[in-house]
């Protein structure tokens, strides 16, 4: 559950941040911190984001094999993936434009790359139009399951304002979320004890609207975009030492069908499959089995519905409404 999104510069603090949490935002354009954090904390799991300038989108086709690329040095490591971020703010583009260039992008992206997890950029909470585009945002995702696991989420201030930015996104999807930037609000003036004491409760809001992982925002923010009166950096702050000394309660350990069955139900309601009862049968069957933390929604390749947690990959087949788990695709029975 407990994220955080690396520096937006070279130097890793590796051995610091490592113990951190599990989950890290990174930033293509620093692919140096993976392998670097990865050796102090073998469960590290990394969420690229790949850099796109500000101002007009460039050409999408051109992006994706880039992004290619860069998977073919870096992608091992790399457990989700979005490209581009606040459209809404850095880009002079509507948001039908914006989704119209995230589908041409993951067109060509799952070409290259077949089966890669990629999720839609979180736009800025704090424009205005912030909900017609997370609407948008939902819309092209559920139209397009084969192309996008979920969607990201940028959510500032404080608990309460992060939970009102989370019930617009819940309005409108209700399938996997992710929150990949979160923080007191950069630009206001803050008591950093009071962000520092106020973590557990900026997690219960996540796990109220069921997200994947809060990703806090950042360790080191190098030539920040604004003045900031109070850093945002989390870096020997007190949000450092309330990061390390946090303990997660268990609330996500075991598998949870809940967290994408009502999306499954509008994908394929109707149809009489269910993947989540019989992946819940294959749990009931064997409970001392390790099924690590749900990591995506459903992904569909005919006639298989497959969902991957961190340890492995739950699979059905419509054919014989028959389920398994495995810990790798190798070790999938059904052909």
Not at 50 to 73: F, I, V, Y
Not at 115 to 137: F, H, N, R, T
Not at 293 to 304: L, M, N, R, S
Not at 306 to 312: D, K, L, N
Request: net charge negative.
């Amino acid at each position: 559950m407990l994220a955080l999104h690396l520096a937006n510069q070279t130097d890793t603090d590796a051995a610091r941040v490592a113990p951190l949490c599990d989950d890290f935002i990174v930033l293509s354009i620093f692919p140096q911190q993976m392998p670097a954090i990865r050796a102090s904390n073998p469960n590290a799991r990394f969420h690229v984001r790949w850099w796109l300038d500000k101002g007009a989108l460039p050409d999408s086709l051109q992006e994706a094999r880039k992004a290619a690329a860069w998977w073919a040095t870096w992608g091992a490591y790399v457990a989700s993936s979005r490209c581009g971020n606040e459209g809404n703010l850095e880009t002079p583009h509507t948001a039908q434009q914006y989704m119209a260039w995230q589908m041409n992008f993951a067109f060509e992206l799952h070409r290259l790359i077949p089966g890669i997890s990629l999720w839609l950029p979180a736009p800025s909470p704090g424009m205005a139009d912030s909900p017609d585009w997370v609407q948008g945002m939902a819309d092209c995702a559920r139209e397009n399951p084969d192309l996008f696991i979920g969607l990201d989420a940028h959510a500032y201030g404080t608990p309460q304002e992060v939970d009102g930015v989370l019930s617009v996104f819940r309005h409108h999807w209700q399938g996997p979320l992710n929150v990949t930037e979160c923080n007191f609000g950069a630009g206001r003036q803050w008591d950093l004890n009071a962000y520092a004491a106020a973590l557990p409760e900026y997690l219960a809001v996540a796990r109220k609207h069921k997200v994947n992982f809060l990703g806090f925002f950042i360790w080191v923010w190098n030539n920040p975009d604004m003045k900031l009166p109070t850093t945002a950096s989390i870096k020997d702050t007190p949000m450092e030492t309330a990061m390390r000394n946090y303990v997660d309660g268990g609330e996500t350990v075991a598998w949870d069908r809940h967290a994408v069955y009502d999306e499954w139900q509008k994908l394929f309601g109707g149809q009489g499959y269910n993947p989540g009862d019989a992946f819940g049968q294959i749990i009931k069957s064997n409970p001392d089995r390790e099924y690590g933390v749900f990591v995506g929604g459903y992904h569909v390749e005919e006639p298989f519905i497959y969902a991957y947690t961190t340890v492995g990959i739950f699979c059905y087949d419509k054919r014989s409404s028959k389920a398994v788990f495995a810990t790798s695709e190798e070790e999938l029975p059904f052909s």
